[in-house]
C-alpha cells in the first residue's frame, strides 16, 4: 500500500517533464479552419490542373511547389505523337499570369521518338482550359 503512493509520486514529475517537452514541439495543437488549405498555390488552380492533366499518367505532383509534370502521353488516335506537359502554378492567387504550361513533343519515325515543335496555341488553349476550370471550381465552392 504505502508502494503505490511513491510510485505515483515519482511518475508526477516525469509526465510533467514529457508535457513540458511536447510544448517544444512545432506541432498545432487546433486543427487549421476548415477553409485554410496546406497547399503553397492557389487551390483553384491545382485542382483544375490536375483535372485537366487526367487524361495522362503524372509524374510529379507537388502541390507546394505548384509544379505538374505528366508522362508520355500518345492519343490512341495518333500513336506517332506524343506529348509530355508541366504546368506550374506561380501563386496563391487565381490570375491568368499565376499559371504556365509547357509542353514537348515528339513524333516517332522509323522507330525513333524525335523532338517537333508544339504550337503556341495549343499550350494557349491548355492554359485556357484550366483557368476557366478553375474560375468554374471557384464559382460552384462559393455558391453564386
Not at 490512341?76 to 506550374?88: C, D, G
Request: net charge positive; proline share 6%; with cysteine.
Amino acid at each position: 500500500m504505502a508502494r503505490l503512493p511513491f510510485t505515483a509520486a515519482a511518475m508526477i514529475p516525469l509526465a510533467l517533464l514529457a508535457a513540458g517537452c511536447s510544448r517544444n514541439r512545432d506541432v498545432p495543437t487546433e486543427l487549421a479552419p476548415s477553409r485554410m488549405t496546406a497547399i503553397g498555390v492557389n487551390t483553384y488552380l491545382w485542382r483544375a490542373a490536375i483535372d485537366t492533366l487526367s487524361f495522362a499518367p503524372l509524374i510529379t505532383a507537388d502541390s507546394n511547389g505548384g509544379v505538374i509534370v505528366t508522362d508520355w502521353y500518345s492519343n490512341p488516335n495518333s500513336p506517332s505523337e506524343r506529348v509530355k506537359l508541366t504546368v506550374s502554378i506561380l501563386d496563391q492567387d487565381l490570375r491568368a499570369d499565376a499559371l504556365r504550361v509547357s509542353a514537348s513533343r515528339q513524333v516517332n519515325q522509323a522507330g525513333t521518338w524525335v523532338d517537333a515543335p508544339v504550337s503556341a496555341a495549343t499550350v494557349q488553349k491548355l492554359e485556357d482550359i484550366i483557368l476557366t476550370r478553375a474560375r468554374d471550381i471557384r464559382r460552384t465552392s462559393v455558391g453564386g
